[in-house]
C-alpha cells in the first residue's frame, strides 16, 4: 500500500538524511538471521526484533537511486531493518529475460550502505493495482496485455496467474536468480515472497487460498534449493491461506490496517485494535508456531491528534506483544514520526 506522509500526520523527528555525511567503511559481519519457534534469533541464538520502516520506490520505475545517508539516519533512530520492495516487473523486463543489473546497479548498493549502518534489508516483491498496466506497480506488462486495462482486466490478470502454474514459474525463477545472488549476504535477513497476494473469486468461484498455499511451497522449495541461509517471508491473502510448507526459517508478514482509514480515532477504539492483532498472533503465532512480523503499518486518519494515538497505541501492542515492524513507509526525503518510538521497550 502506498502513501506520503503529510505535515499534519503526526509529530516527526526533526532530523533528515540530508544532514548526514557520507561514511566509508568497512561492513560489519552480521551472520544470518533464522527462526527458533516464534522468534527470530540472531546467528548466536540471541533474539531479534526487527523494527524498522518501507523504502519504497525500487518497485516502480526509479528515477534516483536511495541514499547512502538514509541508512545512516535510520540505524540512528533505532531501527535496525528496512523492508525494501522490488518488483517483478524490472526483474524480468522480457519473457525468460532476467535484469541482474537492476540488482548489481541499485539494490546492491543498498544492501552494501545498510551493512555499514548495521540495518538488515528484507525483499519485498511488492505489488499494488497488480501492473503498471492497470495503473500500478509490479506484474510486468507482457505477463497482462492480453487484458482490457481496466479493473475488470485486473481481477482478469490477477486470477489467471493463480491458475496459471507456468506463469507463476516465471516469478519463481526470478525469485531463484535474486537467492543465488544474495545467498551468502548476511545484511538480507530475507525474501517477502509477495506483497499482498489478493485472490478475486469474482472471476472464477472455486478459486480459494490453497492456490496461494501451492505457489507458496513452490516458491519456498526452489529458493531453499539454492539458499538455505535466509528467512522466507509470507503474506497472507484476502482468503485463508495457513498452510505452511515448512516452519523452517518462515514468518508470517501480515499488514496491520485496522481503523487507519478512519476519520478519527477514540480510545475506546483500542479495544478494536487489540482484538484484530490478537486474533493474528493466535492464528500465526500459537497455533502455526511460527515468528509473526508485520510487514506495513501507517495511519491516514486525517485527523492529527488522532493519527498520532492510532500510531502510539499500534507500535504499544506490537512491542508488548514482541512482534516486529515496518511503517510505511520512508522515502528518504520525508520526516519519520516520533510516534514510532513511543510505547517501545
Known sequence: ???????????????????????????T???FLSTRGTSIVDS???VVQL??????????????????????????????????PISWA???????VFNAEFLTWRVDQDVLWASIANVRIILDMHQYGWAEWFGGVGAPDWSVQQYPANQVGL??????????????????????????HY??????????????????????????????????????????????????FLEPGNLDTF?????????????????????KYYQENYTVLQADFQAEYQKFMLEMGVPMWIGEFASYIPDPASSIKWTQDVVTLFNKNNVGWAWWAYTGTNQVPSSLFLGSN
Open 155 to 180: 481481477r482478469e490478470a490477477v486470477t489467471n496467474f493463480w491458475t496459471d502454474t507456468k506463469l507463476q514459474d516465471h516469478l519463481i525463477s526470478v525469485w531463484v536468480k535474486i537467492a543465488q
Open 29 to 31: 559481519g552480521q551472520g
Open 1 to 27: 500500500m502506498r502513501s506520503t506522509i503529510t505535515a499534519l500526520l503526526i509529530i516527526l523527528v526533526t532530523a533528515t538524511p540530508a544532514l548526514i555525511p557520507m561514511v566509508v567503511a568497512t561492513p
Open 243 to 263: 498452510k505452511l510448507p515448512t516452519t523452517t526459517d518462515i514468518v508470517w508478514s501480515p499488514h496491520f490496517y485496522q481503523l487507519a482509514f478512519a476519520n
Open 51 to 84: 523494527r524498522g520502516v518501507n523504502y519504497p520506490g525500487y518497485e516502480d520505475t526509479p528515477s534516483s537511486l536511495h541514499l547512502q545517508g538514509a541508512y545512516l539516519f535510520l540505524a540512528r533512530l533505532g531501527f535496525n531493518v528496512v523492508r525494501l
Open 183 to 232: 545467498a551468502n549476504q548476511t545484511s538480507i535477513a530475507g525474501y517477502d515472497i509477495l506483497n499482498e497476494p489478493w485472490i478475486y473469486t469474482s472471476i472464477a468461484p472455486g478459486l480459494n487460498g490453497t492456490a496461494i498455499d501451492s505457489f507458496y511451497a513452490r516458491a519456498v522449495r526452489a529458493i531453499r534449493a539454492v539458499d538455505t541461509n535466509h528467512i522466507i
Open 44 to 46: 548466536t541464538g540471541q
Open 90 to 96: 524490472n526483474m524480468e523486463p522480457q519473457p525468460g
